[in-house]
């Protein structure tokens, strides 16, 4: 079974409005953490929000919050007031706390800004 | 100079060709990680680096060489690669379990 799920391989938002992007998870580990990043056509990956799994209060970096739902398994990356830089793929990714610790990375969404 | 670097930022070599990827970070890190970025896929982590030490080989063919001298440091030695070994290859470093921060990466190309 896939670790992290996005189901979302393109959306489109209007410039100022909100979106969500979609991320499930699977573990049975009880610690573990969720990432969300975004990737420019550049290529550089950049770290955007992190949300624990013993978090009680969603994530907030700016315009980014990460709606955790915990008993659903889901961590959707949502951006208020999207911007034209906004533009980009973004990816959700976890790390669980026994075991390996490297990320495993979602498939990613495109997001695509329009005027 | 801040963050992670990668050099060169893109790469197109021969099947027979040696050439070597280098990623340098200025975080005080302490682990560091190469991953595969091909397209239509995933992210592929293929290895690990806790305190110059590799902690995991994600089952990556022995044509794929790394080498951490210091915790500042990692390179990928590449010897004859195949064609679809052609793809973005990251580096990233963490406070090992943290975010990590991914350098710019290096497009290669073999022909």
């Known amino acids: 079974a896939q670790k992290i799920t996005q189901t979302q391989p393109g959306m489109f938002v209007q410039e100022k409005e909100a979106v969500t992007l979609d991320c499930t998870y699977d573990?049975?580990?009880?610690?573990?953490?969720l990432f969300w990043y975004k990737q420019p056509s550049s290529g550089e990956m950049i770290f955007l929000i992190y949300?624990?799994?013993?978090?009680?209060q969603n994530a907030t970096e700016g315009r980014y919050s990460l709606n955790f739902q915990k008993a659903r398994k889901s961590a959707n990356l949502v951006i208020s007031a999207s911007q034209l830089g906004d533009s980009a793929m973004y990816f959700c990714?976890?790390?669980?706390?026994?075991?390996?610790?490297?990320?495993?990375f979602g498939s990613g969404t495109r997001l695509q800004v329009q005027p | 100079e801040t963050g992670v670097t990668q050099t060169p930022r893109h790469l197109v070599m021969g099947m027979t060709n040696k050439k070597s990827l280098k990623c340098e970070q200025h975080l005080g890190h302490n682990a560091m990680y190469w991953y595969k970025q091909s397209a239509k896929k995933p992210l592929e982590l293929m290895f690990v680096y806790n305190f110059k030490e590799q902690t995991e080989n994600n089952s990556v063919p022995s044509r794929f060489s790394p080498e951490c001298p210091n915790s500042s440091h990692l390179f990928l030695h590449l010897h004859t690669l195949q064609p679809e070994d052609s793809a973005l290859y990251l580096c990233?470093?963490?406070?090992?379990?943290?975010?990590?921060?991914f350098g710019p990466g290096t497009r290669l190309t073999v022909t």
């Open positions: 990233a470093s963490s406070i090992a379990g943290s975010e990590q921060y």
């Open positions: 573990t049975s580990d009880q610690s573990y953490g």
């Open positions: 990714a976890m790390r669980e706390d026994t075991g390996r610790r490297a990320l495993t």
């Open positions: 949300q624990g799994s013993y978090d009680e």
